[in-house]
């Protein structure tokens, strides 16, 4: 079975500065790692994945994670916050191996950012 | 293309009554899935269908709950009779093969 947990359900940050949102994973095989962002009264949108290769992963509107097997980690990081980022993240783990479909996917509890001027 | 649709996007309700949600995917992905979210328990996948086949109900947390995909591009999800814990957004996703989910907009279901 698999888990995510995203340590701190709501983050405060000022604008311009550094975002981190953890997430830790626990899954018996190599994962694939997702950020999901939800905007207010919104569905889920995919920031950025990681299935195989380079561990650094870039994504949409300035995000990254890295895939850090030794530390069962994927936090998600953005230098300089804006206003904009105001929402909330969701991690998400899928068990490549899952002879449904690779992205039955798992999600974490959630991080609600806010952006402070 | 429209994204994932869904409808109705609320939906208030007294208990006991039947309750019945819809989702048009996008066309052309195989797999269309089912996601629950609430405060006290998150997002939680409750069923995925593969080519219009349900392939996994193990999240479906009772009887209450079926889920039927007719064609592919249409699937609803039903509750009957509903009860007050019912109550928390209802999302459907679909995905091509190999690729991401695409989240619709979300129903909000209240149960009264």
């Known amino acids: 079975a698999q888990s995510v947990t995203q340590l701190g359900s709501h983050v405060s940050v000022s604008e311009g500065a550094l975002v981190l949102l953890r997430c830790n994973y626990s899954?018996?095989?190599?994962?694939?790692l997702f950020w999901y962002v939800q905007y207010p009264n919104q569905g889920l949108q995919l920031l950025l994945k990681?299935?195989?290769?380079?561990?650094l992963v870039k994504g949409i509107n300035g995000f990254e994670a890295e895939f850090k097997k030794s530390e069962t980690s994927f936090h998600l990081t953005k230098p300089s916050a804006h206003m904009s980022d105001a929402a909330e993240y969701f991690c998400?783990?899928?068990?490549?191996?899952?002879?449904?479909?690779?992205?039955?996917?798992?999600f974490g509890k959630g991080t609600l950012l806010t952006v402070n001027p | 293309d429209a994204g994932v649709i869904q409808s109705p996007r609320h939906e208030v309700t007294e208990m006991g009554q039947e309750v019945t949600l819809r989702c048009k995917p996008i066309s052309g992905h195989d797999y269309l899935f089912w996601y629950r979210q609430t405060m006290m328990r998150g997002l939680e996948l409750l069923i995925y269908?593969?080519?219009?086949?349900?392939?996994?109900d193990s999240g479906m947390p009772e009887d209450r709950f079926s889920a039927k995909m007719p064609n592919a591009s249409f699937s609803t999800l039903k509750i009957q009779p509903s009860e007050p814990r019912d109550s928390a957004v209802y999302f459907c996703?679909?995905?091509?093969?190999?690729?991401?989910?695409?989240f619709g907009p979300g129903t909000r279901l209240t149960v009264l």
């Open positions: 998400a783990v899928s068990d490549p191996t899952d002879g449904g479909s690779n992205y039955k996917l798992t």
């Open positions: 990681y299935t195989t290769g380079a561990t």
């Open positions: 996703a679909s995905s091509s093969p190999y690729n991401e989910q695409f």
């Open positions: 269908f593969n080519n219009n086949v349900p392939i996994d």
């Open positions: 899954s018996s095989v190599p994962p694939y």
